[in-house]
């Protein structure tokens, strides 16, 4: 598959690199060309580098790392973006003393909202970059969950399948809504990672337990609020 990368720092490098190494073909962009074309150096693996615009028209996915910022202040023309699957994996800014606001709108909405015409996928916002240099082994032995939401389903389907690529378990979390929960519980993860626990390595695996062979609690009752 052809991945643009919108935005080669941390985790557009990161998650690149990743997927060149299971085959895929990748253009890092970055605001200059010489940015782009160091970070292709450094992955090697047939990567390809330049502007974010050269790495949008390549890409038929794209990775959009440019935290709540307009596609208009980093593309010439964000009709390039059209029918391309974009993937938004940012979160807000840490604010001080992690007290964040509830989120009404997502990130992944305001982005759809300013380029309608892509596919915009929520996903990769709920670990640090430092749980990337685990995959994709020994992190399948983890099962790390990626938390994927998206209005379209087939974009859904292709992002599932690139996270499972690179060593993730998908969660397939239904429609772009949905990703105000899942930039909130990046927010609590950012929050174990700096502000408890102090350890990048901090993630979340969701996991279905087998059933209780026998319901010696008395089982779920219905509740009675009156």
Partial sequence: MKIGIIGSGNMGRSLGLLWAAQGHEVFFGARTKEKGQSVAAFVERGTQGGTNDEAAIFGDVLLYTARGVNPAEV???????????????????IPEGFEFSPIVQSLAEKLASEVP??????????MAQEIFELAPSPLKDYQVSVFVCADDAEA??????????????????????????VEGLGDFIRFM?????????????????????EQRLGG???SNLS
């Fill in 156 to 181: 859904r389907k292709t992002v599932m399948q690139l996270a499972k690529d690179i060593g993730f378990a998908s969660v397939d979390c239904g429609e772009l809504r949905r990703a105000r929960l």
């Fill in 220 to 222: 779920r009752q219905p």
């Fill in 75 to 93: 593309l010439n023309s964000v009709e390039v973006l059209s029918g391309k699957i974009l993937i938004d994996c940012n979160n807000f800014e």
């Fill in 193 to 213: 990672i700096g502000g408890q626990l102090q350890n990048p390595y901090a993630t979340i695996s969701v996991n279905i337990l087998p059933p209780a062979s």
């Fill in 117 to 126: 015409n892509a596919r915009v996928v929520k996903a990769f916002n709920t």
